[in-house]
């Protein structure tokens, strides 16, 4: 059982069918959640947390039903939304206690753990003062503190960085890889920031349209492409690349004496070398990269079916798991 | 997680009940209500009138009082079902001023912030949401209503000479069910309209215009066509009518002009579903756009 399982979810709103069909499981320590704007990033959480039916399907959360158990989903989740939401004539630490007591904490117990959280987004110094005039930054660190105070299991984050200078991004991006590390809580990301989720994130899933477009382990993708090298070169590049082969490595040749290849582990950088030197090539440029979460998703906004195809067409098209 | 060492730390204490849930929103409503300096002060005011008519029942109870200010007894009045029905239009009118400054309050603020997401995420269902502010404003209200009016039958029953109680006990249930039907009337109203508007000030104007607005128009009805069916919009008049047949009050209307008991308790109970749709319309965590 994964943290969150989808099955042929489906989600119309307002006559849009808005989730066609997701599904997937999820089961990473931190899940980015990442898309394009009206990709139905914000409506899956919205699911999620019970506020939309499913017109089909399931969405699970633990093992629970997302809309049927939606009560004992919101007692295991703290939630930060996308935009400005709080009570703004409210203290910081008022407002932190609210809503722990709502999420069931007695109030002398909401009471230790609202001045824990807010020291600990960083917000301990100003948790007297309403929340209105707090800044935008502080505004964002306050969300994360009302979800964190009463020790979810699960933490959702629609958009945590937005709005923030670089410092203060700095600053949530810390406080979310320490939640992480702690290892207590699961984490969704939501976020148009590929860096934020490649910062935090250890699984994502990339929506486009509604529909599934990747579900990938990031770490594993990495570490698969970790030999993957760019040449570009100058000479008899097709006897060069020809030896490569003959070594074992994948080799893919473009014009201009340019060339791609993913070595394997038994080959080293010095060997390519030697091979040009026996061949008179020149390597002007040689470019060691992994696969970045920008070329996932790319390669997956590139690689998904059109909008147009018809649901059932996707859901026999689509694994679970999307080999990148 | 602590303050000093700035660390997380997962909470593995005790959870209270679900159903309690709805009292914490309850609390922190009143705590918001009772913060403002007008409510206390409207609150001071609305015990002006409770305080004149415990005076008053005094002075009907005590013949050296009455002799002092009248010389002859018929002068002074009688405790009965009238004098009940005038505490409860006194009482019932401060309860209306109350609720149009109390009610945004409770729902605009959390309006204005674009609280709802944040507060619903919460394990509170929609309906919790309503009914732990309809706890917040029955309960404040109750303070002007219900809980004066019976304080004034225990005390006339307190000081009357005569085994008073026990033969008016009729006037006790007109009191509570008058009073009850007029402050859950109201709560709802108020909390329906306050989330329709996020200004408090446009909200407390609405919330008088929807009393009076259709009363005036009610009157208008009634006079062009010549029937006492517009009434039925005057919501000052109908519970006048329904006060006065439940205290067993003499009516203010003759036979013609007075309306059914049905026909005041059934647009009493639209009203109330109106104000209950509103309310479904209104609070929700996500607006969905069509189109």
């Not at chain 1, 089961?27 to 959640?33: H, S, T």
């Not at chain 1, 996932?296 to 195809?309: G, H, K």
């Not at chain 2, 997680?1 to 204490?13: E, P």
């Not at chain 2, 204005?112 to 997401?117: K, Q, R």
Request: aromatic share 8%; with cysteine.
């Amino acid at each position: 059982m994964g943290v969150i399982d989808l099955d042929g979810l489906t989600v119309r709103l307002g006559g849009r069918t808005v989730l066609d069909g997701l599904t997937g499981e999820l089961q990473g320590q931190a899940i980015g959640l990442l898309g394009p704007n009206g990709a139905g990033k914000s409506t899956l959480i919205n699911t999620l947390l019970g506020f939309h039916e499913p017109s089909q399907g399931t969405a699970r959360v633990f093992g629970l039903d997302a809309h049927r158990d939606r009560a004992e989903i919101r007692q295991r989740i703290g939630y930060m939304p996308e935009n400005d939401s709080f009570i703004g004539n409210m203290s910081g630490v008022r407002f932190v206690r609210y809503m722990a007591e709502l999420s069931g904490l007695p109030p002398a117990e909401a009471l230790e753990r609202a001045h824990e959280s807010l020291f600990y987004v960083g917000l301990g110094e100003v948790r007297y003062r309403k929340v209105e005039s707090y800044s935008l930054g502080m505004k964002q660190l306050i969300k994360l503190a009302q979800a964190l105070a009463h020790g979810p299991r699960l933490l959702i984050l629609d958009e945590p960085t937005n709005g923030l200078d670089p410092m203060a991004r700095l600053r949530m991006i810390k406080v979310i890889k320490e939640i992480r590390q702690e290892g207590s809580i699961r984490l969704l990301i939501s976020s148009h920031l590929l860096r934020d989720i490649d910062e935090t994130c250890d699984e994502v899933l990339i929506l486009k349209n509604g529909r599934i477009a990747a579900l990938s382990n990031i770490e594993q993708e990495r570490r698969s492409n970790r030999n993957f090298l760019e040449l570009e070169t100058a000479g008899a590049t097709g006897e060069f690349s020809a030896r490569i082969r003959d070594l074992g490595c994948e080799c893919a040749s473009f014009d201009g004496g340019r060339l791609k290849l993913v070595m394997p582990d038994n080959i080293a950088v010095r060997d390519l070398y030697v091979i040009a030197a026996e061949q008179g090539v020149q390597i002007r440029r040689m470019n060691l990269r992994r696969d970045s979460l920008e070329d996932i998703f790319l390669r997956a906004m590139v690689d998904s079916p059109s909008a147009t195809a018809t649901p059932n067409q996707n859901q026999e098209a689509r694994p679970t798991h999307v080999s990148l | 997680m602590s303050v000093y060492k700035h660390s997380y730390r997962a909470y593995g204490g005790k959870v209270t009940p679900l159903w309690t849930r709805v009292l914490v929103l309850a609390r922190y409503g009143l705590a918001e209500v009772w913060s403002s300096k007008i409510t206390i002060s409207l609150f001071t005011l609305s015990v002006i009138p409770f305080v004149v008519f415990l005076f008053m029942i005094y002075i009907a109870n005590n013949p050296l009082a009455q002799a002092l200010i009248s010389k002859s007894r018929a002068d002074v009045f009688e405790i009965g079902p009238f004098f009940f029905m005038k505490v409860l239009e006194s009482q019932c009118w401060i309860a209306l001023v109350l609720t149009a400054w109390i009610a945004p309050r409770l729902i605009s603020f959390d309006l204005a912030d674009n609280s709802l997401p944040i507060l619903l995420s919460h394990p509170i269902s929609r309906f919790g949401y309503v009914f732990g502010k309809f706890i917040a404003l029955f309960a404040s209200l109750s303070t002007v209503t219900w809980i004066p009016g019976l304080l004034l039958f225990v005390y006339q029953g307190y000081t009357s000479p005569t085994p008073w109680a026990g033969r008016n006990f009729s006037i006790a249930v007109g009191i509570v069910v008058g009073t009850v039907i007029w402050t859950a009337l109201l709560s709802l109203l108020g909390l329906a309209l306050s989330s329709w508007v996020k200004w408090r000030v446009v909200a407390t104007g609405l919330i008088f215009a929807a009393v009076f607005v259709p009363a005036g128009v009610g009157g208008l009805i009634s006079a062009i066509m010549r029937t006492k069916w517009g009434l039925l919009l005057n919501l000052p008049v109908m519970m006048t009518e329904l006060w006065q047949r439940l205290l067993g009050a003499p009516e203010m209307f003759d036979g013609n002009l007075s309306l059914p008991t049905f026909a005041i308790v059934a647009m009493l109970a639209t009203a109330c579903l109106l104000f209950v749709v509103m309310l479904n319309a209104r609070i929700r965590a996500r607006e969905v756009v069509r189109g």
